[in-house]
């Protein structure tokens, strides 16, 4: 019996999107803490795992 979990934050490799590769992304509000308070940015995300993908500002 296979009990893979369903969780889609597992990071299983047949599952995670190639570097170079996007897949699918959505823009979220991402909080940060630190000794000086708590900062509120937008960011892009993967819809995969979740992770910030790097957009290039100029």
Same mark, same amino acid.
């Given at each position: 019996m296979n009990?893979?979990?369903q969780n889609p934050r597992?990071?299983?490799p047949d599952t995670? !999107?190639?570097p170079g590769e996007e897949g699918e992304t959505f823009q979220t509000d991402?909080?940060?803490s630190d000794e000086?308070? !708590?900062t509120v940015r937008e960011a892009e995300v993967r819809e995969d795992d979740l992770s910030e993908?790097?957009?290039d500002r100029e």
């Open positions: 009990n893979a979990s597992d990071s299983s995670k !999107t190639p991402v909080s940060e000086e308070g !708590t993908v790097k957009v």
